[in-house]
């Protein structure tokens, strides 16, 4: 067990609504089950096929508020009229634990965590094109024509963002974008800085 | 082919001698024959079972010298009492084409390349053990005894040098190396700062 690591890495995963970020992840834990995806709290509500624990935990805007004041949150952010945060708790658990820790959240939220967590690993997903982007929201049948625009104008201002990203993923084939993830989370653990341990007389 | 790489990755192999490096980049090369891998050129005479133009381009004293004279090497280093070094041109014709080049080059000339390609990945390669290197040193057959007390002292020295690369890969078994190696090039592609050409309207 001369790999293991001391401490778990964390990993930011970014992109906007209808990329296909869920399918993705579910695709990455599927090979990669040693990876614990922590599940962000939001106050909206639950799209359909979306499960409480699984996708999100939902819970009210009281719940939330009050969480924030007792600081459960290692970040925490208003999207779209509804708050999404992180429970800073489990995450610095699992991490201590050795475990990788990938987390969902959006740009003002990774922006907060690379601050505090400058090991983080922050990737962006973004579609093959706006197009592209815009027929999957279609495709999803879950939004009015009003919802996807607001998601659309969306996506263009956090595509803003995506030069503070380390890495981008085109999610053009979800197989292909689960992989490059895989490969970019072997290869960070691979760093040096995490390994001298194993280095004699060093 | 919107994920074409506008130019390719340089990237740096070094490792104490008899850590298995030619054999592990034989099995990434065999998984990977994308990647074009630069054959150095030296004046020590070929080992048994090695080939001129395959292991290296060996060549005589007088005419490294002369390429020495001409500018020709991109780096170039004494090392036990030979000289080796990479070509530049060839090296640079195949990164332009948006070739991913691999370099099998000792701690000297990796630290020069990383002075004049600051892109390069610098990958190191260590055995599980100083341990199981002495064992692997006396096993190829090839040495006597002085030389691999040498080759041990000399990997000892190189060890040092460990904290100036990116990523650190135990040769344990050769598949996991190269394995992990091919994920560190995977990974290195998906870069933002080599992807924004990818965005629209950034």
């Known amino acids: 067990m001369i790999r ?23 695709e990455l834990l599927g090979e990669r089950p040693d ?12 799209r359909v096929g979306e499960a409480d624990g699984i996708n999100y935990n939902f819970v009210s805007q009281e719940t939330f508020e009050a969480m924030i004041e007792r600081g459960e949150f290692l970040e925490h952010a208003r999207y779209v009229d509804h708050y ?3 429970s ?51 495709g999803r049948n879950t939004d009015d024509e009003e919802v996807i625009e607001g998601r659309l104008k969306k996506a263009r201002e956090e595509y803003k963002e995506i030069p503070h990203y380390d890495f981008l993923v085109v999610n053009d084939k979800v197989s292909a974008a689960a992989a490059e993830i895989a490969a970019i989370l072997t290869a960070e653990g691979c760093r ?9 007389g060093v």
């Open 88 to 138: 800073l708790r489990l995450i610095e658990e699992k991490l201590a634990a050795g475990i990788d820790v990938l987390l969902d959240i959006e740009v003002q939220g990774a922006a907060k965590v690379r601050e505090k967590c400058p090991n983080a690993v922050l990737i962006f997903i973004i579609p093959p094109s706006f197009e592209e982007l815009s027929r999957r929201l279609h």
């Open 4 to 26: 293991k690591k001391q401490r778990g890495q964390l990993i930011v995963l970014s992109g906007p609504s209808g990329v296909g970020k869920s399918t993705v992840i579910s």
């Open 35 to 46: 990876i614990y995806f922590s599940v962000s709290f939001t106050t909206r509500k639950p």
């Open 84 to 86: 999404y945060g992180t």
């Open 192 to 200: 040096t800085k995490y390994r001298l341990n194993l280095v004699e």
